[in-house]
């Protein structure tokens, strides 16, 4: 049967999506991989409500909740391609079934891809963090470091220095200019030249940052900016218009979180700068929003 709707990612901003348009009495289709972005950290924070659960129990409980709407139906699988027009998509799952649709949500996050240092990766979510809002409370305090891979982390080391004494580690990177070598100091931030060569230590925390010459730095978290990709290549299929962000392409979309093709939208962290699970959710929001609208008024909104 065709859909009102098929929402590619069933995390934060596809199941929110999917609520308002099953509230809506809209036939819609989850189809989701079940890989969200923060399955690697235990715990979540910043979310109102929901403090300390993990994000996996949190949408365990939005997909219960979301059953109990019968408009609404979820398959566990991957979309591997999307093809069509407004009012007459095609989205094919796992290379066979292919279901019908008037619209489309890209709800499919996005991907980081971690500093090639070995020890980093098997600590990420847990004592590697990309994000001071969502983790740095619970680090209590102390040394704190920050792995210079991104232009930005300058910046990144100014802010989390609210949360710990920090060492920018500047990893090969270009030495920051006057001003931020500035602003880096009236925050506390100290300075420690050389590439990082690995993460060590027995435990997830404290662990010794490593350098080139051999001396190690002891911190009990560390900070790091991942490059983010989107996951899949269906937004540039379809031919969705992209645009940079400070940290990685996005899909460009309208204050209604329309693409730049009819009848296709995206929401969540593949379509803003810096996602987080409630800034996801209200995007998921606006996006079922406005996909809603553009069905009863086609010529309006798709
Ligand atoms: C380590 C870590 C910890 C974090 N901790 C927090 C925190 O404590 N608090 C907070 O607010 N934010 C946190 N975040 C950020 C948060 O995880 C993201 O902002 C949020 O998950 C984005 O929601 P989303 O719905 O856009 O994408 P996601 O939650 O990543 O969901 C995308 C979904 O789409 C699915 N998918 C992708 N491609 C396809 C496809 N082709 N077919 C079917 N399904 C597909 C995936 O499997 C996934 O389930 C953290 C991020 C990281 C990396």
Known sequence: MQQDAII?????????????????????????S?????????????????????????????????AAYPTVTFVQGEADSAVGAADDFNVRIDGHDSIPTRRILLASGVEDRLPDIPGLRERWGKTVLHCPYCHGYEIGGGAIGVIATHPMSAHQATVVADWGDVTLFTNGMPEPDEATLDLLAQRGVSL???????????????????????????????????????????????????????AGKIIATNAMKATSIAGVYAAGDNARAFGNITLSSADGVMAGLGIHQSLMFATAHS
């Open 192 to 246: 420690q030249p050389g590439v990082v060569t690995a993460i060590e230590g027995e435990t997830d925390t404290p662990m010794q940052v490593r350098l080139a010459s051999g001396k190690g730095i002891t911190v009990k978290a560390l900070f790091a900016a991942p490059d983010l990709h989107l996951r899949g290549t269906l937004a540039q299929d379809l031919g969705c218009s992209l645009e940079d962000s400070p």
């Open 34 to 66: 079940g890989t969200p972005r923060n399955r690697f950290s235990v715990h979540a924070h910043g979310v109102l409500g929901h403090d300390g659960k993990s994000g996996a129990e949190i949408l365990a409980e939005a997909r219960a909740q979301l």
């Open 8 to 32: 590619i990612g069933g995390g934060f901003a596809g199941l929110s999506a999917a609520y308002i348009l099953g509230r809506a009495r809209r036939h819609v289709t989850i189809i989701d």
